[in-house]
Structures are given as structure tokens and as C-alpha cells.
């Protein structure tokens, strides 16, 4: 055990932070996405792990084909919004269930993704395409600081946005969508419009991502979900602490946090030298721990207050018994 720790540096843990905190910021960025149908919306969309790979793949083969870099990412995002679109009108005209429908655009997207890219994955060589985002270590400060910018940009847009008419539509679609029909709102193309918005965030994470590491893979949105769900779970957790109401800009910042949080957290695990194996199920624990913290803590709280309305019965019976026997 002592051999075990003594391979442990303090040091080696600060040199991988930075990396998982890039790592983080580019996944918070999808999160936003996920946030966008799973608390806004109140949908399933598990779309999300096909629209991830589809971002990456466009990226990686324009850049490959001499197209500038930024307008790469563009392109990606637009790609994810297309991917949205399908899944929207799956569900709404199609009458098919949101998670469903997610699932049969995601199926799709695999095949679609392996056609984009020929193979199971095309790399680009770093030393010939100059990237604004990349993981080499001499100027990763700078893409830390690039990718912070672009979430804060994501942020003040779809705040702005979702305080529009249009947005203050899908936020009350997400809500109340029978009311919502009842005031005249077209709640089917609200969810088409919150799903294409959302995939188009997710596959411009992904087109971030394939730029950061030099390399696009049909396989790297597996468990994107799970990630963008863990990222808006501990944000949500985090952001309690610091008070129940807070505006929505602040919870969007909290959902890109959580994605650094949850990548800290990864490092740490690899830090430890678990596995590569066990990564998933360490990743599904830290997700259970999070999501059971907010139960757990309203649970507490009425327990404790319904402990507090016991106690003072109790006095109160106490005390009408002594004046009784006074």
C-alpha cells in the first residue's frame, strides 16, 4: 500500500488539471445542450451520442478538404442542427416518443458519420493545420482561455435568446405544453426548434473536441449523454450551494462548471491509476452520488423539521400536564 501511494505525486495530479479543465469546458458546452432539452424542454434526447460524433466528423473532413478551421465548427454546428430537425420531426409529425425517436436518429447518425468520414476515424496532422483549440501543453492556457470565451458566448445567446418571444415559447412548451397549446403556442414546433438548437451545441462541442485532440472517431459520443447529464447534475448540485434562486445566465454558468467538475473528478480517478476499464462505472457512481445529494437533502431537511413539530408537541403536552397537576 505504501509502494502503491508513494507512486502518487502531487505534482503529476497539478500537470493533468489543466487538460481536464479544457476537457471539462468543451464537454460544458455540450452540456448546455443537454440542459436545453432535459430541464428546458423536459425531453429525453438521446440523439446527443450521434450528434457529438456528427460535429466531430464534419469538422475533422472539412479541415482535411482545406476549409478554414472556425468555419469548420460553423459547418458542424449546422450539421447538429439538421440532426435536431430529424429527431423532432420524428417525434412530433411522426407521433414516435422522444427518447425513441432520439435513439433511431442516433442509430442513423452512426452510419451517416462512417459515411462523412470513409473509416472509423480520419486524424489531421497538427503540424500542418494551424488549430485555435488544441492539447498541446505549451499553449493550452491559451485554449482553456478560447473555449472559456466561446461558453461564455453560448451563455449570453441562448440567455438572450430564450427571454425572446420565440424562446419564452419553447421555456413555457417545456413547462406546461397543454397550456401552451391553450394560449396558441405551436408546441410541436417549439420542441423541433429546442431540438434543433440543442443538437447543433452538441456537434459544436463535438467539432471543439476533434480540433482539441487532432482527431475525429465515429465512437466518440458514446455515453455523451451520460457525461452531459453528470455536467448538468453537479452544476445544478454546485449552484445550490450558493442559494436556490438563481437567475438563469448563473445556471447555464453552472452547467459548464459541472462539466469541469465532472472532468476534475476524471482526472483525479486516473490519478489514482484506476482501471481504464472501470472508467464507465466510476462514471455512473459519481453521477448516482450527485444526482441522490438533492433527495437526500430535502429528505434530511423534512426530516429534521418533521422532528422539530414532534418536539415541540411533545413540550406543549408536557406543559399542559403541569399546569394540570399544578
Known amino acids: 500500500m505504501a509502494a502503491y501511494f508513494s507512486k502518487l505525486t502531487l505534482v503529476s495530479l497539478l500537470n493533468a488539471?489543466?487538460?481536464?479543465?479544457a476537457s471539462g469546458l468543451i464537454w460544458g458546452i455540450m452540456a448546455l445542450g443537454v440542459y436545453l432539452t432535459f430541464r428546458v424542454l423536459d425531453l429525453a434526447d438521446l440523439t446527443v451520442d450521434g450528434s457529438f460524433a456528427t460535429g466531430g466528423a464534419v469538422c475533422i473532413m472539412m479541415v482535411l478538404g482545406g476549409v478554414n478551421p472556425q468555419l469548420a465548427l460553423i459547418v458542424s454546428f449546422l450539421a447538429g442542427v439538421v440532426a435536431g430537425i430529424i429527431t423532432g420531426v420524428l417525434h412530433?409529425?411522426?407521433g414516435i416518443p422522444a427518447i425513441l425517436a432520439g435513439i433511431l436518429t442516433q442509430i442513423s447518425l452512426y452510419s451517416i458519420n462512417l459515411n462523412i468520414m470513409g473509416k472509423a476515424n480520419q486524424a489531421v496532422n497538427v503540424n500542418q493545420v494551424s488549430f485555435y483549440f488544441?492539447?498541446?501543453?505549451?499553449?493550452?492556457?491559451?485554449?482553456?482561455?478560447?473555449?472559456?470565451?466561446?461558453?461564455?458566448?453560448v451563455i449570453a445567446a441562448l440567455y438572450w435568446y430564450l427571454g425572446t418571444e420565440q424562446g419564452?415559447?419553447?421555456?413555457?412548451?417545456g413547462t406546461n405544453p397543454n397550456m401552451s397549446r391553450a394560449q396558441g403556442i405551436n408546441t410541436e414546433g417549439m420542441k423541433i426548434i429546442g431540438l434543433a438548437l440543442s443538437n447543433g451545441l452538441v456537434a459544436l462541442s463535438g467539432g471543439i473536441l476533434s480540433q482539441y485532440?487532432?482527431?475525429?472517431?465515429?465512437?466518440?459520443?458514446?455515453?455523451?449523454?451520460?457525461?452531459?447529464?453528470a455536467a448538468v447534475i453537479i452544476g445544478e448540485v454546485l449552484g445550490s450551494l450558493f442559494g436556490k434562486r438563481l437567475n438563469f445566465a448563473l445556471r447555464l454558468m453552472f452547467v459548464v462548471l459541472g462539466g469541469v467538475a465532472y472532468y476534475i473528478v476524471y482526472v483525479f480517478v486516473l490519478w489514482l491509476k484506476f482501471p481504464a476499464d472501470d472508467m464507465k462505472l466510476l462514471t455512473a457512481i459519481v453521477v448516482a452520488a450527485f444526482l441522490a445529494v438533492p433527495y437526500l437533502k430535502s429528505k434530511s431537511a423534512s426530516s429534521?423539521?418533521?422532528?422539530?413539530?414532534?418536539?415541540e408537541a411533545a413540550i406543549a403536552d408536557y406543559k399542559k400536564e403541569d399546569d394540570h397537576n399544578a
Do not use: E, H, Y
Open 168 to 173: 419564452s415559447a419553447i421555456r413555457a412548451t
Open 134 to 153: 488544441t492539447s498541446n501543453a505549451k499553449v493550452l492556457g491559451r485554449t482553456i482561455l478560447l473555449v472559456a470565451v466561446v461558453a461564455a458566448v
Open 304 to 311: 429534521f423539521a418533521r422532528a422539530a413539530k414532534v418536539s
Open 213 to 229: 485532440q487532432g482527431f475525429a472517431d465515429v465512437n466518440m459520443g458514446r455515453g455523451a449523454i451520460v457525461i452531459g447529464l
Open 92 to 94: 412530433t409529425t411522426l
Open 17 to 21: 488539471c489543466p487538460g481536464g479543465v
